[in-house]
């Protein structure tokens, strides 16, 4: 107990002592027995955009290619209402639901997956997990198997070529839920959320900008989530998390949507700044 103390009092300390974005590829390794550590709330600033829980995504490289035997996709949480899918049917209701008892925390009902996802890099949760990841991967992921680096595989492979061997990303191994049934991400998570494009064939591809203004949103990457279940105990294919709420720009995973989430409510959203290219150029014209 001692020893778990002594971590977080240490960690918190370097937590102090750092200011603007985290530069964790440069710290020692904070966790070399009892490994994972105590958990600590990642309060780094991963981006110059906000911290862990804005979700922010600057490049494909920052989402990490992961594979659990659970995930939840909450990417299309948000209002209490059912919304229609992609081809005309009617789909379930996702309501992340600001919580009561914490007014900074949405209640998020998701989907409940296994398989295949990704981590935004900038978006873990878990201070050890965090810094373990960006040692190991860089700051924009791109030293481990990732986004691009999955579908250049795959293109090589259809042409039978070699893939480029990249490493799995350290915090993937934070997503499996041990023989305690707990991950270890966060406490009491049974699974994690992360993405995936397992529902896009209902939803679609497309977005809504909600850009105008700085508002309230749940940052549901890499949130402890528990599986939803029925009276009689059996899993339903849902699940419940606790997402991070933060304000500011975002985009929603659904086109046409409303950026109002109904009283009460908040979108499970992410923001992808425009590059400075781009806004360069805008600029210019």
Known sequence: MKTQFRYVFELLALLCLLSGVARAEDMPATCK????????????????????AANIALSPTNFLACSSSGYALCYYSGPDAAPTGKHGKALPSLPCKVSKDNPNVADCRCYAESGDSYVDINSIINTEAYVETVRVCGLNGEKCRNMVSEAAGKALALL?????????????????????????????????????????????????????????????MTAPCTFERDPDGKPTGFANCQCPIYSGPYQIGQAGASCNAGS???????????????TAANGAK
């Open 160 to 220: 039978g070529k070699t893939v480029p061997y990249l490493p799995t990303a350290p915090v993937c191994g934070y997503l499996q839920a041990g023989a305690n049934g707990v991950a270890p991400m966060a406490p009491k998570a049974e699974l994690l959320s992360t993405f995936s494009f397992a529902k896009t064939k209902s939803y679609g591809k497309d977005q809504t900008s909600c850009t105008g203004s700085s508002t309230p949103y749940a940052g549901c």
């Open 264 to 278: 009460g409510y908040v979108w499970s959203a992410a923001y992808a700044p425009p590059s400075k290219n781009d």
């Open 33 to 52: 027995q009892d490994c994972p550590a105590p958990f600590v709330k990642n309060e780094f600033w991963t981006t110059e955009y906000g911290p862990a």
